[in-house]
């Protein structure tokens, strides 16, 4: 399975340190990682992917795939700035989201509207807005989003 991580380019120690438990997480389970292949939460679940030998795909904004994090393995540019976004969670299976802005709202949005299970880990909640399901631990993020994929 491919796991779109989502979040902030400048996240909390916390959040990054989630983040690389993420990608560990995916990796041990044998998931594929894509993610918009930049700084902050993106780095880091390809940081602790990678060293558990997980592969990572980054989506990057510009038209320079070498601006992509060190830890992406495969980076795909795409010249299209943050309209990028709909492609990080397009190419996922499955969405986990990790703190964020407005950018990381935007992906859930898409995510949500193409029908990707979501799991949040400290990020966005919006009122009326169902399919976020909260979780508290990045093992419980992994495990969400495997049981909602297998469902479907």
Known sequence: MRVSVIGGSAPSAAATDRAEAVGRELADRGHELVCGGLTGVMEAACRGARERGGHTIGIVPGADRTAANPF??????????????????LNGDA????????????????????????????????????????????AAAVDHVERAVERD
């Open 72 to 89: 992406v393995e495969t980076a795909i540019a795409t010249g299209m700035g943050n309209a990028r976004n709909v492609l990080v969670v």
């Open 95 to 138: 969405v986990i989201a990790l703190e964020g802005a407005t950018g990381t709202l935007s992906e859930l949005g898409h995510a949500l509207d193409l029908g990707r299970p979501v799991a949040g880990l400290d990020t966005h909640r919006v009122d009326g807005v169902e399919g976020i399901e909260p979780v508290e631990t990045p």
